[in-house]
Each structure stands twice: as C-alpha cells, then as structure tokens.
C-alpha cells in the first residue's frame, strides 16, 4: 500500500499501521509520515493534528489524563511503540532524561541521530510499489 491520505473513515489504529514500520532491532514502531521539526511524528485524527505518540497510547489505552505527557522510554521520537511509551508529568520526563544523561549524546544537532537509537527510514517508490528503507549513513556525493 502506498502513502497516501487516509480515508475519513479510517480509525485512528488503521492510521498508525498505516503511516508506520516495525524495526526489527530494536521494536521501535516507526513514523514514517509527516513529522514535527522536533523529529515527533504527527498524524490528522478527529477533526485536529495529534501527535503520532500520543495519538498511539490514545489507541491502545485511552484518553490521556490532563497534566501528564507521553514520554518515550526508548528516546526514539519518531517511535509509536506503545510498550515503548509511559505516563508521567514533566517532572517525570526530566527525571527519566537525567537518569539516562550519562549515556549517549547525539553526534549532530536536530532529531534523533545517535547512533545506537533507531536509525532514520526513508521511503522509496520505485515501479508503482512502496519500499522502506534504513538510512545507515547519510553523506555528500563527493565524485572520485
């Protein structure tokens, strides 16, 4: 199946499946649709744009109670994995970030491009079929 619009009538959880891939090495269930300059991946649902993220804890466990985020154990921000995801405030997701300081740091400004995280996808057509792909390594063309 192509990216392309969902139909109206599509609920939320054929949306996510929809606009997303499993990789098979870390299970992170990545957005592969439009996302935010922040990396987070957003998806059109109920008349407003929602975050990928929350949009998939909403499908697997419900609404999200007021003053608390959804916040990714994983780091992976384009990841919709709800085993991947937990409830808490900010607090919560700046004590989770604190913890975890001492590990990785990203290599390059922007989101998500440390290198054990999850690696970026790309999608490619070719021939009227839909392929995605992992991006192991993104650099100029330099001709020889």
């Keep these: 199946m192509t990216l392309f619009q969902c139909p109206n009538d599509w609920s939320l959880q054929q949306r996510l499946d929809h606009y997303s891939v499993r990789d ?56 919709i994995n709800p085993d991947h995801l937990f409830l808490g405030t900010q607090k919560d997701n700046m004590t989770d970030k604190a913890i975890k300081a001492g590990h990785e740091r990203r290599t390059e400004p922007g989101p998500e491009r440390r290198p054990s995280k999850s690696p970026e996808i790309m999608i490619v057509r070719f021939w009227g079929k839909e392929y995605v792909t992992r991006v192991l390594q993104i650099r100029p063309f330099e001709p020889s």
């Design 24 to 79: 098979p090495e870390t299970g992170c269930i990545l957005w592969k649709a439009g996302r935010n300059t922040n990396g987070y991946g957003h998806v059109r649902w109920d008349g407003r744009l929602w975050l990928a993220h929350r949009a998939a804890w909403v499908a697997r466990h419900g609404p999200i109670p007021d003053g608390l985020l959804v916040c990714h154990r994983c780091d992976v921000r384009p990841c």
